[in-house]
């Protein structure tokens, strides 16, 4: 059998909110090892035997990964409690639990190993998830190391996925010696595969997998506009965990004094979807990372800005309006009249609050442009009303009545804001009990004009 690595870097379910940033202070890291010793680590390979290349190259990282302040490991290992024949599936254990200054205890207990047993990688993982501290606020990274595949028909690719999706181990990486096409496939569903065809090749992948698991790397967002060029900014960006769906960063986006995107620092452990808080959003579904260059992906986000104004006057200035993508009934946003708002280019329909409503239909918005939609100067008309009743209100347009608001009687003195056109009152006395008592009036309503109207 061949030896192989298999790193699996996990993030607990650790959500940020609005405004916090996982950077401004850094979570404690947390590395368990999973180390096979079934029977076949007694095997040689190169200058040694299997446990012995293994336990060597892990002894000089745990040094390294001990001078780290934020750093913590632990010890899993499997196939070394039961000898095989007969086939325990169930021999994975924690060995060395998560604690500050334990790379000597690591190291101590690796030399008292003896491979002996099978290879239950599914089971090893499954229980895994269960070693790391439940304080929410750590990187728990898993390195497994074996020089086989799985012997106990479990699947570790379905175990991985659904932990993933958990939010518990990120994309794994997968790193063998001597590996053919076929056997590297297997675990390409496990994440990105790594052949190491040496014992010097061995120890440069387990420093590539450590390093991938310690650094932060650069991303550059660039927001484009409908020429492509990255001139969008302040819009606030989310980072969700692709995998588990969990939020992992919030930022508002920037360009820095040289006029460029502003660096951000973010985990590149994660495959991320982004989401730029426009209107409507925008999503980047899929934004995977090179750890140690600096990324740069952009999201198409083309805006310009919609105002609505009245055409003299403020007596609309309290209104807010609904704003829905074109042909939809989805409400996107309200927004006040009188102020501007940044949309994503394309048509849409309003619906404003006058009496009678203002419903507006393919408003167009482009790349960088103002536009205005302005509404008539309403009137004021002001019902006296000496005996409550039931009143409704009603504009006329083409010999058709439309009741466009049913009015409180409870007051004698009823003021109305409404558009310039013409209206008719139907009202009757609460107190009457006959139909023949309804009292009908007709006005006309003029821009800037104000008036009063006796019912009764």
Known sequence: MRIFFIAIASLLATLQTAGQQPETVAPITRILFILDCSQSMAGRWENDIKINIARKFLSHTVDSLGKFPDVEMALRVYGHQSVVPPQDCNDTRLEVPFGPDNGYNIKRRMGRLYPKGTTPIANSLAKAAGDFPADGDSRNIIILITDGMEACDGDPCAVSADLQRAGI????????????????????????????????????????????????????????????????????????????????????????????????????????????????????????????????TAIDIPRGSLQVVQDRGFQYRSLEYIIRKGGTMETLWRQPLFEEVDLITGRYDLEIPTIPPTLLYNIQINQSEVTTVTLPQPGVITLLVNNPGICHLCIEKENTLITVKEIDTGEKSVPLILLPGKYVIIYRPLHSRQSFFTIVKRFSVESGRSSSLKII
């Not at 579904?285 to 140690?292: E, K, M």
């Open 169 to 296: 181990l990120l994309k794994p990486f997968v790193i063998g010696i001597g590996l053919d096409p076929e056997f590297q496939k297997t675990f390409e569903c496990l994440g990105t595969v790594y052949n190491a065809s040496t014992e010097e090749r061995f120890k440069e992948v387990l420093d590539i997998v450590v390093t991938h698991a310690l650094t932060e790397t650069t991303l550059q967002v660039n927001l484009l506009d409908s020429w492509g060029i990255q001139s969008e900014t302040n819009v606030p960006l989310t980072f969700y965990n692709n995998r588990s769906g969990k939020i992992r960063y919030n930022f508002i986006h920037t360009l820095n004094n040289r006029g460029l995107p502003d660096t951000m620092r973010i985990d590149p452990l994660v495959e991320y979807r982004i989401l730029a808080h426009t209107i409507p959003p925008v999503t980047s579904d899929t934004v995977i990372l090179a750890t140690g260059k600096h990324n740069v």
